[in-house]
């Protein structure tokens, strides 16, 4: 298994309506994920509103996380400007067992 960064930029403007729209059913996607997820959270602008999404999770590959992220609700509802997939390793303050 291995970590990958999933960063999402939202569209400018219509972004923020449909994250606010569409928040409960990515809440309940990222709980489904379970185990999965390691951390993630927004990004914020300048006001402090949501404008992208960082989500840390493990999969055992880069088209497994590439599968993972086609789910985000969203990335379906239209919210994302670039999703962008990388992997990533935990290397400062590390949870055990990860």
């Known amino acids: 298994m291995a970590l990958f960064a999933i960063i999402c930029t939202d569209k400018p403007g219509e972004g923020l309506k449909l994250r606010q729209a569409n928040r409960p059913d990515h809440l309940q ?3 489904d994920l379970g185990d999965v997820v390691k951390a993630a959270g927004p990004f914020l602008d300048d006001a402090g509103n949501p404008a992208g999404s960082l ?3 493990e ?3 880069r088209a497994e996380a ?3 992220a086609a789910n ?3 990335g379906k509802a239209g919210v994302f400007e670039r999703v962008e997939i990388r992997p990533w390793k935990w290397l ?3 949870p055990d067992g990860v």
């Open 72 to 74: 985000d609700p969203y």
């Open 55 to 57: 989500i840390i999770i």
């Open 29 to 31: 996607w990222l709980a």
């Open 92 to 94: 400062i303050n590390k």
């Open 59 to 61: 999969a055992t590959d």
């Open 66 to 68: 590439e599968r993972m």
